[in-house]
């Protein structure tokens, strides 16, 4: 499966953006779906996961309640709504998905997509 993060920008503290990773190749409903993080010098971070099969979500703790993850099977997209945006959100945002794995840690990810740059000032 092929992925393809969009939907990054440049915001003000407080805005809110919502990420689209679109897939290709074959349908997201068996895999686990994810979103990951980077910012230069530092390891890529959890940010969102969700399941194929019973579509639980699971968040990094610096994101829950403001960041929430979703999936529509039927457009093979996978989103991330991030609300209350903080500067320390700065970061490359990467769409990861597997077939088997819960895509919370990056070893367990089969997939990566290109990322998108989401840049948060105060």
């Known amino acids: 499966v092929q992925l393809q993060a969009s939907g990054g920008g440049s915001v003000q503290a407080g805005d809110s953006l919502r990420l689209s990773c679109a897939a290709s190749?074959?349908?997201?409903?068996?895999?686990?779906m994810g979103w990951f993080r980077h910012v230069p010098g530092k390891p890529r971070e959890f940010v969102a996961a969700i399941k194929s099969t019973s579509s639980n979500e699971y968040y990094a703790d610096s994101v829950k309640g403001r960041f929430t993850i979703s999936r529509d099977n039927a457009k093979n997209t996978v989103y991330l709504e991030m609300n209350s945006l903080k500067p320390e959100d700065t970061a490359v945002y990467f769409c990861?998905?597997?077939?088997?794995?819960?895509?919370?840690?990056?070893?367990?990810?089969?997939?990566w997509g290109r990322g998108t740059q989401v840049t948060v000032s105060s």
């Open positions: 190749g074959r349908s997201i409903s068996s895999y686990d």
């Open positions: 990861a998905a597997d077939d088997s794995n819960l895509v919370a840690i990056v070893s367990s990810v089969g997939y």
